[in-house]
Nanobody
Framework: QVQLVESGGGLVQPGGSLRLSCAAS????????VGWYRQAPGKQRELVAR???????TYADSVKGRFTISRDNAKNTVYLQMNSLKPEDTAVYYC????????WGQGTQVTVSS
């Protein structure tokens, strides 16, 4: 089964930016949808962004206009550019395939705080 490794998280001040990466151990070119999820303490994991094979993107209302998802099939990597970060964006971020979920990676912690 494909393995997913997320990276790029960290501590950032409100209004700052981060770029997350998700590296897959196998080709993602044939996978229609890839998504970024997040889970804040005490809350359920939620899908915040997804991208289709053709490039169509969908975002949760809470991140629309601030986050941008992209994919590089040649590198088996998915990215999440996060701008104008807010404290409520603090969470562990994961990637996965919304319609064919595989084992979850370890995620990458994003903390937005002054």
């Amino acid at each position: 089964q494909v393995q997913l490794v997320e990276s790029g998280g960290g501590l950032v001040q409100p209004g700052g930016s981060l770029r997350l990466s998700c590296a897959a151990s196998e080709s993602i070119a044939s996978i229609s949808f890839v998504g970024w999820y997040r889970q804040a303490p005490g809350k359920q994991r939620e899908l915040v962004a997804r991208i289709a094979g053709g490039g169509t993107t969908t975002y949760a209302d809470s991140v629309k206009g601030r986050f941008t998802i992209s994919r590089d099939n040649a590198k088996n990597t998915v990215y999440l550019q996060m701008n104008s970060l807010k404290p409520e964006d603090t969470a562990v971020y994961y990637c996965n395939f919304p319609f064919s979920v595989v084992n979850w990676g370890q995620g990458t912690q994003v903390t937005v705080s002054s």
